[in-house]
């Protein structure tokens, strides 16, 4: 079992620069549906996906998901990518969820590969090696929650509108994370204050005039995640990721292979030499 823990949790590949896309802004058919933009100066270890599909609403149709899932191949191999934010360059919304329009065409097998195909992409951003970070500055509604859901940490401005409303279309949530029985059952939806309240939000914002106060907001706790050692950062999230739904001695045994990894790392000696000569250390990475 160790030996299989071993290769599984073994270290991210090495480096390779990434290739921004573009988006316009007035959604024209055949444009790309999304940005990725590395940021720079103080944001530097940033990367944004910046969803654009004004006409939809961001609902995540083949184009869409396509685009998403050809970003998160390239972005997984990216040692540069400290965090990866999702946003919405669409004011008002998140994302809408599953592209219903489209689905109407679609045939039952390819609704079934479509689903498969979603799925995918949700696991795909809950098995991204870095931390992720879900703005949602408006509404975030059936598979767009779960994608949000899918992401490590979430922040909400007020505005945001929220819920897995499948049941109310007669479908059912078919990708992303479990969530509370009571939230499918009913479809219920909820504002930022109250997702906070039952844990499916780290953090609620006030607002702004801009409608764009939940990207700050993760854009601030971004920063705060930047300057720890990145190593340390995705193997903590390998073992909470992988410790969470086994036995106690195989959390362990998840968590020691993880420390184990770490402990060669240039990082590491960096961390204690710093903290011996009281000074903020310096990671690189390595």
Known sequence: MLRALTSALRLPRPWRPLQTRSCASDGAAGDPEIQVRALAGPDQGITEILMNRPSARNALGNVLVSELLEALARLREDQQVRVLLFRSGVKGVFCAGADLKEREQMSEAEVGIFVQRLRGLMNEIAAFPAPTIAAMDGFALGGG??????????????????????????????????????????????????????????????????????????????????????????????????????????????????????????????????????????????
């Open 145 to 286: 929650l779960e994608l949000a859901l899918a992401c490590d940490l979430r922040v909400a401005a007020s505005s945001a509108v929220m819920g897995l409303i499948e049941t109310t279309r007669g479908l059912l949530p078919g990708a992303g994370v479990a969530l509370a029985k009571e939230l499918i059952f009913t479809g219920r939806r909820l504002s930022g204050a109250q997702a906070q309240a039952l844990g499916l939000v780290n953090h609620t914002v006030p607002q702004n005039e801009e409608g764009n106060a939940a990207y700050h907001r993760a854009r601030v706790l971004a920063q705060e995640i930047l300057p720890q050692a990145p190593i340390a950062v995705r193997l903590g999230k390998v073992a909470i990721d992988r410790g969470m739904d086994v036995d106690i001695a195989s959390g362990m045994a998840i968590e020691g292979i993880c420390y184990a990894q770490n402990i060669p790392t240039q990082d590491r000696l960096e961390g204690m030499a710093a903290f011996r000569e009281k000074r903020p250390p310096r990671f690189v990475g390595k």
